[in-house]
């Protein structure tokens, strides 16, 4: 099982980043995928989340507008559209997937917003 973010880099406040998260190793269409942010001394928090067919997508309150969660099963690969960032959006943006009591994670991709 292998799950690698890329993506991630130095933006301005205002701009946008698309991240990617390629899959492999387990049946990708059923899974959940989700993605989580941790900031340098905080908790863990969850992004976003869209569920195998991508009938259900769920964002946290504020990222609600400003990011996009998508996926291509055929490609085995999830994405966060991230707009208008805000330099408290920075932290190591991580992919996860998971169905019952399995739960994948990938490495993580860092996001800095910044002037």
């Known amino acids: 099982v292998q799950l690698v973010e890329s993506g991630g880099g130095l933006v301005q406040p205002g701009g946008s980043l698309r991240l990617s998260c390629a899959a492999s190793?387990?049946?990708?269409?059923?899974?959940?995928m989700r993605w989580f942010r941790q900031a340098p001394g905080k908790e863990r928090e969850l992004v976003a989340h869209i569920v195998g067919d991508s009938s259900e997508t769920h964002y946290a309150d504020s990222m609600k507008g400003r990011f996009t969660i998508s996926r291509d099963n055929p490609k085995k690969a999830v994405y966060l559209q991230m707009n208008n960032l805000k330099p408290e959006d920075t932290a190591m943006y991580c992919c996860?997937?998971?169905?019952?009591?399995?739960?994948?994670w990938g490495q993580g991709t860092q996001v800095t917003v910044s002037a």
């Open positions: 190793g387990f049946a990708f269409s059923i899974y959940v």
């Open positions: 996860n997937a998971w169905r019952l009591k399995n739960d994948f």
